[in-house]
């Protein structure tokens, strides 16, 4: 009797292991190749409209795109760039924020030199997204991705509160037009306080500067423009910090550094639930349109930053950004071109959905504008959406395009803006200290 | 060719642990003596493997000029010394209140336990909403009658406190465990004898009790101290070092060298300074506990 059992087991995982491998042999079929994306963006606000799309139109060419999403902080670069170095499982992949990690990943051949394609398929890239933009996208001389996206930064605004209090919504206007408007927009006490402004500090003071300096200094606004050291002290942002402390410190019409900290409050929590008038960053426009998470019926429209002074350039800060590449050790190379050139060219449309704008002149602006206000056109201002957000026209674009030591700058400017903010520092103090520890990094 | 029988048993023996051994080789030792080698380097994680420059010592020399390293150093040396501290009195006598005169002892050393056992990350967000101005350490001070609370986790003076004092708090039950299980074995005889002299109990308590715990608060202070030296999740999820660094600990500048600049060679030379530095407090702590532990 044991001894049948014995044998029944036995023939039982046999069978179960012949069958294993026969159904993995039916799955896999041999003509198509399969490529990996990887990019940081949620799989719902686009990527998976993209990869349908391909995977339809390039099903007879045998070439079909498979997507892995990896978060875009520390942690999920580090991940993609770990299986970038080991060599597997990723085809095709998107940076983010600016040049800075192409251009390292380009140093450590984590992305292959895209110019023979280019020059196979006779495609001028500055004629498809414009000189600007590959201008910046090149390291050394040479294109290790394409840049698909631009994205131009602007203030939001819950434009049914500026209606009902009367002000007209701003086209330009100066820090002190700013200020007052935050002023009369805010009402109420403790926690039904309504506030003019958000400036989202807990994410950091970096970038608070970077969109309100820039307007006047340019994207290069953190350096001198002799480049060997920085200009943090430069009036223009001690203005701007000046700006910032007077609405959180002395108006009360935005919630102080130290309430965002330790309230940890965000820009969805503060302008979706109609606690902020005006926030910082339009980055959150694919929450704006998500109305099943973020319930709301208020009218959102985008408005440019407050400049310093009226007159003189007044720069949009503008990223060309979401940088695909390709990764030297993928085994497919010729089918993640194929991808990577549709993509750029025409697949990067279906992103609309999520907030994110197509670069190339050869996208179809009319389906970007369409799958942009899908089912949210009741609650986004559509002129003000297409003035400073879709449409690339009229504006006095500028990037950002030195990055040297970055990351520590940044930190030391945290640093010292929280003191000027919690009013250890005044701002010129503050301003002053970060130039001077921001210069040690650079001697 | 013929194995010795003694041969053959150590090799049986090895082939047993092998899977295990494999583990910590290539998890462990390897990455130990990876990071050792690389601290004399400056390299950058993007540069790729190999691609790196040998400076010798410098990571070891440059760290003492950096101001964020410096201050991440006073602040753990702070940290610890303060929570092992207050860990050890507070859990002395409460044990010995628990042990001797109390109904429901198991239930409160449970309670006092379950930190230990919760998971770092919930109690560090429940921690953030209990500091916030609406929540409710903020508001049992205003209804004490103080009405300015400091804002803990934003303030520059009081964030550390916060922040030690929650490590107070999560660290109690497990020394408080560890003291009441010692406490079950003292010698009954002596503290009869002791009765019997003439002692109070506030007198057993200073002259016995301290005096047989002290191989126990010996260990204890030698764990606890160890992992407030490695404190490192609390701060990156309520206060990512700040305001300023005045939370910054050592391990999390580590990691922000590491994953944020890409120094990955300072960040080891940093990391083998803390663990000189824990070496060096161990074995300082293990010489000098001749005068003092009692076994």
């Not at chain 1, 045998?62 to 999403?69: L, M, S, T």
Request: charged share 20%; glycine share 6%; aromatic share 14%.
């Amino acid at each position: 009797m044991k001894k049948y059992l014995v044998f029944i087991l036995i023939l039982l995982l046999l069978g179960s292991f012949v069958f294993a491998q026969g159904s993995g042999e039916a799955k896999k079929d041999k003509d198509v190749t399969i490529l990996h994306l990887w990019m940081g963006i949620p799989a719902e606000n686009g990527p998976q409209d993209v990869v349908d799309a391909f995977n339809r139109e390039f099903k007879d060419k045998g070439i079909r795109v498979e997507y892995e999403r990896y978060v875009n902080d520390d942690q999920g670069n580090l991940k993609l760039e770990t299986n970038l170095l080991s060599g597997s499982e990723v085809d095709v992949y998107a940076s983010y924020g600016g040049l800075t990690r192409v251009a390292k990943r380009a140093e450590a051949k984590m992305a292959l030199d895209l110019t023979p394609y280019l020059q196979q398929d006779n495609l001028v890239p500055e004629d498809i997204f414009g000189e600007t933009a590959i201008a910046l996208s090149r390291v050394d001389g040479v294109l290790y991705s394409l840049p698909t996206t631009l994205t131009k930064t602007s203030f939001l605004i819950n434009k049914t509160m500026f209606d009902e209090a009367g002000i007209p919504v701003p086209e330009t206007w100066t820090y002190d037009e700013f200020r007052a408007i935050a002023k009369r927009l805010t009402k109420g006490e403790g926690l039904d306080k309504v506030y003019g402004m958000f400036w989202n500090s807990t994410q950091n003071f970096y970038e608070m500067q970077a969109r309100l300096s820039s307007r006047t200094l340019g994207g290069d606004w953190m350096y001198d423009p002799n480049g060997r050291e920085t200009q943090l002290n430069h009036p223009v942002l001690v203005k701007t910090l000046e700006l910032i402390n007077n609405t959180m410190n002395v108006d009360g019409s935005a919630p102080s550094h130290v309430d965002t900290v330790t309230q940890k409050l965000t820009m969805e929590n503060m302008f979706l639930s109609g606690r902020a008038a005006i926030v910082v960053d339009n980055f959150i426009i694919r929450s704006v349109k998500d109305l099943e998470q973020y319930p709301h019926d208020f009218v959102t429209a985008f408005v440019p930053q407050p400049v310093v002074y009226e007159g003189g350039d007044i720069y949009t800060w503008a990223q060309y950004g979401d940088q695909l590449s390709i990764n030297p050790k993928s085994k497919n190379r010729d089918a993640a071109w194929e991808f990577l050139k549709w993509y750029a060219t025409n697949g990067v449309q279906y992103m609309a959905i999520g907030g994110r704008i197509g670069l190339a002149n050869t996208l179809d602006k009319d389906s970007v504008v369409g799958r942009f206000f899908k089912g949210v056109d009741e609650i986004i201002d559509i002129e003000s959406a297409k003035r400073h957000f879709i449409y690339n026209v009229g504006d006095n674009l500028t990037s950002t395009t030195i990055f040297t030591k970055a990351p520590e700058i940044q930190k030391v400017m945290n640093e010292e803006c929280e003191a000027i903010m919690t009013g250890r520092k005044t701002p010129l103090q503050g301003l002053s200290d970060a130039k001077t520890r921001a210069d040690e990094f650079l001697k | 060719m013929v194995f010795s029988k003694q041969l053959r048993k150590d090799l049986t023996g090895y082939a047993f642990i092998l899977p295990n051994m494999l583990g910590v080789l290539l998890f462990f030792i390897l990455p130990i003596i990876f990071s050792l080698v690389i601290s004399f380097t400056d390299w950058d994680f993007t540069w790729g493997i190999g691609n790196w420059n040998w400076v010798r010592l410098e990571n070891y020399f440059q760290i003492w000029k950096d101001q964020w390293f410096v201050r991440s150093f006073i602040n753990t040396v702070v940290l610890s010394i303060a929570s092992v501290t207050f860990i050890i009195l507070f859990a002395i006598v409460f044990a010995t209140i628990i042990d001797a005169q109390c109904y429901g002892s198991i239930a409160i050393r449970l309670a006092m336990f379950m930190p230990k056992i919760s998971n770092i990350v919930a109690v560090s967000i429940i921690w953030v909403m209990m500091y916030s101005p609406w929540g409710p350490v903020t508001q049992l001070l205003k209804t004490l009658g103080i009405t300015n609370p400091p804002k803990f986790l934003g303030s520059y003076t009081w964030a550390l406190p916060a922040i030690i004092f929650m490590m107070i708090w999560s660290g109690i039950g497990y020394a408080v465990m560890i003291y009441s299980a010692a406490l079950q074995g003292l010698p009954a005889e002596v503290y009869e004898a002791a009765k019997i002299d003439g002692a109070g109990p506030i007198r057993c308590f200073f002259t016995l009790t301290i005096h047989f715990l002290s191989p126990t608060t010996f260990f204890l202070i030698v764990t606890t101290l160890i992992s407030m030296f490695q404190l490192f999740a609390p701060i990156q999820l309520m206060t990512k070092g700040g305001p300023g660094s005045s939370t910054s600990v050592m391990v999390y500048y580590i990691y922000t060298s590491a994953f944020s600049f890409y120094k990955m060679g300072y960040a080891s030379a940093m990391s083998w300074i803390l663990f000189l530095l824990l070496f060096l407090v161990t074995l300082f702590q293990w010489n000098y506990q001749k005068r003092w532990v009692n076994y």
